[in-house]
């Protein structure tokens, strides 16, 4: 295989590649060609850093913490939300960082979720990731509704692909909410959100996104378009840690609904230690905090965001393009005659930070690949992810990762 041509071509993207200087704060596993970053980004110089202070402010001040902590622990998810809204296309005020991205998810329906006689059910798109539709139907159980009758599952086209227009079609004046991912786990495949949000808000559909496969490789503008609401994890592309807190939007018009599951954490802030009886939420996102937050899983966050901030998500977008579009190249050239399809959508803009290949035998191959120093993964049941997260993965880097499953598939 003579891949002199694509070498060159790689070597020169790398070397004009503005962010390529951030690489040297991630811990990159040494001799190892990481795509997985989708999954869990990497560690960072300043995630460890910001972790290490805390743990010796901890030490040193103690309960004083709260208050004398720089930043103060007390409002610490305040001050993520000031960085993530723009990630976002949000005010800060409709942002907060709490809780796991399916616990936000819970939060949402019960804020937000208010059936009438006719419009109770809830839709979601059949190929979502399994804890949506597992958060949802037990939503519906417990408030005594039927998953069977009251959740709708919009089939996926291919048994791999979210099809758009037959979502658009079922959002019927029975349907109360929607819960849809923006870039799809698996495929890769990036909806348009600003389109379904028009249409979902045209039919009185209340509609949110998880967006754990988007925030931080994808720019979105949530308010703008009238998103309802949206949540997403921040262990993958913002690199906030294994399990790190989850982050969740609401447009400001749903600010005078009551928090479906208050905690005092969700308490407006300059009122939180009159300890009263009534609660008193946070006007916006902050009123969906529940209680207190992981001040030691927060603070690796707060490091690697200065990294995505730095970076600024346009530029992160434009990189992230680069290496996909590359991959889907090579894919076809390389790949492709070895029986590999490519299941991702190739419109720049139905698409998200990671490439999906199919292929009979991909869970073998992603073993194969592990042990040739490439970290890809596998989702069942034939599905390869490779996911270059921009900051810190180049272009001959997806080049070698695609030459040694070459030589893998043409092995076996
Ligand atoms: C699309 C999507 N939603 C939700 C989750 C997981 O949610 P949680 O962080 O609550 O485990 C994941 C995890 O990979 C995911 O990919």
């Not at 999906?356 to 890809?376: I, N, T």
């Amino acid at each position: 295989m003579n891949l002199n041509r694509w070498e060159q071509e790689a070597l020169a993207l790398d070397a004009a590649d503005p962010l390529r200087a951030l690489r040297a704060e991630f811990f990159c596993p040494p001799g190892v060609i990481y795509l997985d970053g989708n999954s869990l980004g990497l560690l960072c110089r300043p995630a460890e850093q910001a972790l290490l202070e805390t743990l010796e402010q901890w030490r040193v001040r103690a309960v004083g913490g709260w208050w004398g902590a720089d930043p103060p622990w007390f409002t610490l998810a305040e001050g993520l939300a000031e960085t993530l809204a723009p990630l976002v296309g949000a005010d800060p005020s409709e942002v907060t960082v709490a809780n796991s991205t399916t616990v936000n998810l819970h939060q949402l329906l019960a804020t937000l979720y208010r059936p009438d006689a006719r419009r109770r059910r809830i839709l979601l798109d059949e190929l979502c990731f399994p804890t949506d539709g597992y958060a949802v139907a037990s939503f519906l159980r417990r408030l005594g509704l039927d998953p069977e009758r009251d959740l709708v599952r919009v089939p996926g086209r291919d048994g791999a692909l979210v099809d758009e227009d037959a979502i658009v079609d079922a959002l019927d004046d029975t349907v109360q909410l929607a819960v849809l991912p923006s870039v799809h786990y698996t495929s890769g495949q990036l909806l348009d959100l600003e389109r379904l949000a028009g249409i979902a808000r045209s039919r009185k559909v209340c509609l949110g996104f998880d967006c754990s496969h988007s925030v931080g490789v994808v720019p979105h503008e949530f308010s703008r378009w009238g998103v309802d609401f949206a949540f997403w994890c921040h262990y993958k592309y913002l690199n906030g840690g294994p399990g790190a807190p989850a982050g969740l939007y609401l447009h400001r018009r749903h600010f005078d609904r009551p928090p479906g599951l208050a905690g005092w954490w969700g308490s407006d802030k300059s009122r939180q230690f009159e300890m009263a009886p009534a609660f008193t939420p946070a006007q916006g996102a902050g009123g969906l905090q529940i209680g207190t937050p992981s001040i030691l899983a927060l603070a690796p966050l707060r490091g690697a965001l200065e990294l995505t901030r730095r970076a600024g998500i346009a530029a992160i977008r434009e990189k992230s393009l680069a290496l996909t579009g590359f991959l889907l190249r090579l894919a076809d050239a390389v790949l492709a005659p070895a029986g590999f399809s490519v299941v991702t959508p190739r419109a720049p803009e139905r698409r998200g930070g990671h490439v999906a290949l199919h292929h009979p035998r991909a869970a073998e191959f992603c073993g194969a690949l592990v042990q040739a120093g490439v970290v890809p993964d596998f989702r069942p049941p034939a599905l390869l992810r490779l996911a270059p997260a921009p900051l810190y993965v180049g272009f001959a880097e997806c080049l070698e990762a695609v030459r040694r499953l070459a030589e893998i598939s043409a092995a076996a």
